[in-house]
């Protein structure tokens, strides 16, 4: 925003065509589809640019998925404050379920919502913009109520619009780095179901057999051709039976 006094002595405000400083934006860099990146992209560029730096996290999953998709938006605020709060960035959220996003990130820690929904043309692009007042309101009467309609009736809206036809990005490339992510959650979550089901064989022929953990360790050594110690053994057994002391597992 710049400022001009008119001839007669008014002075106003106006948007500049051009940035007094340079927009450093990028797809590769400021956008991010995971806690772990949104971690690591936070520390990148403060290390790069300094603080006060603009950060888009898209979870990247809707529909059927959308309650995972809020477990992990919340678990990965509480991280980011925990762990990059001292950066100074400003993070977008891009989420599913606004009322299900935890009250602290909904209404303290944030400073606006932009609600974006198609009309009933389902033309898309439409937009409410909540300050930090309509946005508490919202938020507090909107959890006390049933259907998304009247979820979001329980308070006004600062303004309204529509988003252009502009885009800051190539849709095509966020289109796919969107997809990439998606695969990458994929691929984790099928090696974590993978660990866990190797972990709970061990700790069956552990439970079943009189084999020690030492034994257990040579004879997949042997199997698998990796081999594996007795502490990696222990460490399956505990992750299915959460036992602390090591002595109880020989």
């Known amino acids: 925003m710049e400022s001009r006094v008119d001839p007669d002595g008014v002075k106003r405000w ?22 772990e990146d949104l971690m690591k992209s936070a520390s990148n560029l403060r290390d790069k640019y300094g603080r006060n730096q603009v950060i888009i996290y898209d979870e990247g999953r809707t529909g059927l998925d959308s309650a995972r998709a809020m477990q992990a938006i919340n678990k990965a605020m509480q991280d980011f404050f925990q762990e990059c709060g001292q950066h100074g960035h ?4 891009v989420l599913p379920d606004f009322f299900k996003l935890h009250e602290d990130y909904a209404t303290v820690r944030s400073l ?16 409410n913009f909540y ?3 309509q946005k508490e309101k919202l938020y507090v009467y909107g959890k006390k109520v049933l259907g998304l309609y009247n979820r979001y009736s329980q308070a006004s809206p600062s303004f309204y619009g529509r988003f252009t036809s502009f ?14 992510a998606l695969r990458k959650k994929q691929f984790l979550r099928n090696e974590r179901r993978f660990k866990n089901q190797r972990d709970g064989a061990i700790y069956l022929l552990k439970r079943e057999t009189d084999m020690s953990c030492e034994e257990i360790a040579t004879e997949l050594s042997a199997v698998t051709q990796q081999q594996l110690s007795e502490d990696h053994i222990r460490n399956a ?10 002595e109880e597992i020989i």
């Open 90 to 93: 400003i993070i977008l959220i």
């Open 237 to 246: 057994i505990k992750s299915i039976t959460h036992e602390k002391d090591e």
């Open 131 to 133: 300050n930090e007042t």
């Open 167 to 180: 885009l800051p990005i190539d849709d095509k490339a966020y289109d796919l780095a969107k997809q990439k």
């Open 14 to 35: 106006f948007v500049a065509r051009e940035p007094k400083k340079p927009v450093r934006f990028s797809l590769e860099e400021n956008i991010v589809f995971s806690p």
């Open 112 to 127: 606006f919502l932009v609600d974006v929904f198609a009309d009933r043309q389902l033309r898309r692009g439409w937009f």
